[in-house]
């Protein structure tokens, strides 16, 4: 039987895998994880923020440059990180891109859950609220997407899935938080059938669009990068995609800064796709089958997984 989880028993994470595992991850440097790049894997790095930042804002552009109104494209987009956001709407309104005009979509990743419903905008850490503020109210009228092209899983989430059969979703991007999650596919609570073992890699890929519940990790890390440590603040359900909708997404594109997970979760997950080592207490991990995934790396954030006491 695989050990307890020192963070939370009760659950599934990356602290109940075999050593050795953690121990080759530990090892890496960052040259040794721009080598982990293969076929259907690809690592990327670079070595200024603004280079970061700009290359993820320009994957918006080109996903929407696709689209066309007899075939619609978009992208899945996250809030974590937000710092692309902005310079979407930069770029859009100085290409004059008419985002009705081309049929272009978007999709939220996520969305946080009060008794049993996805919170409104009035929420202060609600997502859809933050993609408007910082992204979509910023374009220019006459350019903006239309608001029906805007689609978060707040309602019916099965149509929400449905959505990714009707528009080709040309990339997903997403960070990756403290527990290795993507959107919010965090690992599972150990109990009934996954008591002794996590689901396997073919279960946890059958979860589409749906409710979840947060790994106690994921609510400390969001109380620490948004809600300034206040963790009564941050609900503990969400709704996510899920790796049904990712797997019809063309691309995964996974964008690091160093910001949100640490130098040993980033170096973790690359190596796990790297070496095709699905395993769902590490949901990222399960990225290891999907054909085009890309990691993108801010080299000075990667840091080291050395000791140094503060």
Known sequence: MRKLSCVAPEWWDYTTLDMDIVNDAARLTPQDLQQLSRPGFRVVMYDTIEEFYLAEALEYIEAWKQSTPDNPAGICGPIGPTEQLPLVAQLVNAMDLNLGRLGAH?????????DGQA???????????????????????????????MHYPSGDLAEHSALYDKIRCVVMQ????DVKHWAF????RRTGPYQDAPPSPEQYRQLGTRVVDLHPMTVMQNARTSGGGNISLVPTQATTVGPVETWKSEK???WQAG??????????????????????????SLLADHPNVQ????????????????
């Open 106 to 114: 978007f999709w939220g990743m996520d969305e946080w859950v009060l």
């Open 119 to 149: 919170v409104g905008m009035d929420h202060p850490l609600s997502f859809a609220k933050t993609n408007n503020e910082l992204c979509f109210d910023r374009i220019r009228d006459e350019l903006k997407l239309p608001e029906a092209n």
């Open 174 to 177: 997403g960070g990756q938080g």
């Open 185 to 188: 596919n965090d690992p599972v």
């Open 252 to 254: 995964v594109s996974i």
């Open 259 to 284: 910001c949100h997970d640490n130098p040993f979760g980033m170096r973790l997950t690359t190596l796990m796709i790297s070496k095709r080592l699905p395993d769902s207490a590490v949901p990222m």
């Open 295 to 310: 990691f993108n790396f801010f080299r000075p954030g990667l840091g080291t997984c050395e000791v140094e006491m503060h």
